[in-house]
């Protein structure tokens, strides 16, 4: 799958949607609950749920990143899927603390 | 990315939050959404591939920058204040396309061919219409919005020349947003006042930043400094954004009327040089705003260095430090780079003059004729300055404006502030002018404080007692007035064209510089 910045995804087990913020430095396999995330303009399939173990949600407005592909999203609709990057969980990034200049 | 899909996502997140307009009453995320869907079905209706607006803040303005991004279209505001000239120049550059107008908008100049020219109440009322629904054939799919699209024109205020059209792409203007606002980090308690006008890029970036915050917006059409408070105080405005010429009428309201805006919690200020006696006087008046000094440029997608409320408070409770410091622009934001480069295009080092380069995602630098960024990716901001041990950067002003005198390089910027610190000077404005012998010599044109009384040989030893006597004007001339942009960024140029053309004078009060009616 091709992660370009500003490229957009979703999941194919729950409502979750993405937007690449940067890319990976190498190919990575990118899940979100599991499963292969798909385009975003592709249909969600019935009947799939997320793994059990991977139902832990995707927040809304927050940005996700992988530091060892360097990959990060940021979630621009909720669901219960995990993000996950070649199996590995994606960390929250933690908010900046600038202040309002505009 | 793109600025569309930020708007969704508030609507996604806060929906019924309200968006714009006043506390009760006002319009939320959710309708904010379907106005700015409807304003993009229409404008995807109409010819051309631009999107302009000739009008100042109000709902028009969010309904033409979203609805441009979902149509795939440039959104394109004109300041209603250039001359005829000026303004067929930018409508013709505008293309085929519509053209949103203020109602009462008499236009100085005929429209181009394949404009078509819509009145505000006239958009607002395609906007509020959903599309009738579908008929037996199923309706187009929305267009998909490109990174690379570009989201707004906007025609820089051009200091030292004719406009220019800075581009600004989808990708440019969505990094600068989540690289710098947090996702529905405001409280819903919480708005923000704008007041700059839409052909800024303060004004794009405050409603982008705004709407991503989940922050409130209110606006104001135009500027006026009563107004302006009143809004604050009715609105229970948390947040702002000034220029500095708008800082210093404010003060003025304030200590004439004993305003102390309660609700205000925040205070940002850019778009040019801060006097040092108008943020003094306002952190004085104003202890309970957190204040922020932005530097920016349309070309960088608003703000690339800040000062923030801690300097602005160490500053009050007299750190030498800080003092120093309130006079810099700050450090760069964490997603930008700058760096500061010698004449030779080397680095140079902390404390080292020279001109500001920056890169970033954000930073498009980029006009309708083409890419200006070099080959690493760096931008030539034309300003000069330095960078601190600490980081922090400090501006001379433009590097066309540096005065170059026997080899030294003098900033206009540093001689003024020492000349604004005399009680009686009100404006200052310092330029180079040719001199046989030392290539250029510093000549000051001072507006004396009403009532005060002051010769040039007292401002002379002045400026004496404080610089270097290299920094000293060799002439300094009273005038009634100074040019200024709209924005309030001092034309040098052109003082430096009037002061060259005026003999030289002894200590009276000298015509004003008229301010030129080009210039923007």
């Not at chain 2, 609507?11 to 106005?35: H, I, K, M, N």
């Amino acid at each position: 799958m091709d992660l370009k910045p500003g490229s957009r995804w979703r999941s194919a087990v729950c409502d979750a949607e993405v937007v690449v913020v940067r890319s990976p430095a190498a190919s990575v396999t990118f899940r979100i609950g599991g499963i292969g995330a798909l385009p975003a303009e592709t249909g969600r399939p019935d009947g799939v749920e997320p793994h059990v173990a991977l139902a832990g949600g995707t927040l809304l407005g927050k940005r996700y990143a992988d530091e060892v592909s360097g990959l990060e999203v940021l979630c621009t609709k909720a669901g219960t899927g995990t993000i996950t990057v070649d199996g590995r969980r994606a960390t929250v990034m933690t908010p900046r603390q600038l202040p309002a200049s505009d | 990315m793109n600025i569309a899909l930020l708007l969704e996502m508030a609507a996604e997140g806060a929906g019924q939050r309200v968006a714009f307009g006043p506390r009760s009453g006002g319009v939320s995320y959710a309708e904010l959404l379907r106005l700015a869907w409807n304003s993009g079905e229409w404008l995807a209706s109409q010819p051309g591939q631009r999107a302009g607006l000739l009008d100042g803040n109000s709902p028009a303005v969010p309904l033409l920058l979203f609805g441009s991004a979902r149509a795939r279209k440039a959104f394109v505001p004109v300041s209603y204040r250039l001359a005829a000239g000026q303004l067929r120049a930018v409508l013709a550059g505008l293309g085929p396309g519509v053209l949103v107008a203020a109602p009462d908008a008499a236009l100085p100049v005929a429209l181009p061919d394949g404009l078509v020219l819509k009145t505000r109440g006239q958009f607002l009322d395609e906007a509020r219409h959903d599309a009738a629904p579908a008929s037996a054939s199923a309706p187009a799919p929305a267009p998909v919005p490109s990174p690379d699209d570009i989201a707004v024109l906007l025609f820089t205020s051009g200091t030292t020349g004719p406009p220019k059209a800075a581009v600004l792409r989808q990708r440019q203007l969505t990094a600068y947003i989540i690289g710098t606002v947090e996702f529905l980090s405001a409280g819903p308690e919480e708005a923000a006042l704008i007041s700059v006008p839409p052909y800024h890029i303060a004004g794009i970036s405050a409603i982008l930043s705004s709407v991503y915050a989940g922050r409130r917006i209110v606006q104001l059409e135009s500027f006026e400094p009563r107004a302006w408070v009143r809004l604050v105080n009715d609105e229970h405005v948390t947040h702002a954004m000034v220029v500095p010429t708008m800082l210093a009428r404010i003060i003025d309201v304030l200590l004439a009327d004993g305003e102390r805006l309660p609700s205000l919690r925040h205070l940002s200020y850019g778009g040019g040089r801060m006097p040092a006696g108008t943020i003094e006087t306002a952190l004085r008046l104003l202890p309970h705003v957190d204040f922020v000094n932005a530097y920016g440029l349309t070309e960088t997608s608003s703000t690339i260095a800040v000062l923030g409320p801690g300097d602005h408070r160490r500053f009050a409770v007299g750190d030498a430090a800080a003092r120093r410091r309130l006079s810099s622009a700050g450090r760069p934001l964490p997603s930008v780079e700058i760096e500061i480069r010698g004449p030779d295009g080397a680095p140079a080092g902390p404390g080292v003059r020279g001109e500001v380069f920056v890169r970033g995602e954000q930073v498009a630098g980029e006009y309708l004729d083409g890419a200006r960024l070099d080959g690493g990716g760096w931008f030539a901001t034309r300003d000069a300055g330095y960078l601190d041990e600490d980081g922090y950067l400090f501006l001379d002003g433009r590097l066309d404006d540096i005065v170059v005198r026997g080899g030294e390089n003098l900033s206009p910027g540093e001689i003024e502030d020492v000349l604004l610190a005399h009680p009686a000077v009100r404006e200052a404005a310092v330029v180079g002018l040719p001199d046989p012998e030392w290539g250029e010599q510093v000549v000051a044109a001072v507006v004396p404080e009403a009532g005060e009384t002051v010769d040039a040989a007292a401002l002379q030893q002045w400026v004496r007692d404080r610089l270097r006597s290299s920094r000293t004007p060799t002439r300094v001339d009273f005038v009634a007035e100074l040019p200024y942009t709209e924005s309030g960024k001092l034309l040098r140029r052109k003082v430096r064209e009037q002061l060259g053309t005026r003999t030289r004078q002894g200590d009276h009060e000298g015509p004003g510089l008229q301010p030129d009616p080009q210039a923007h």
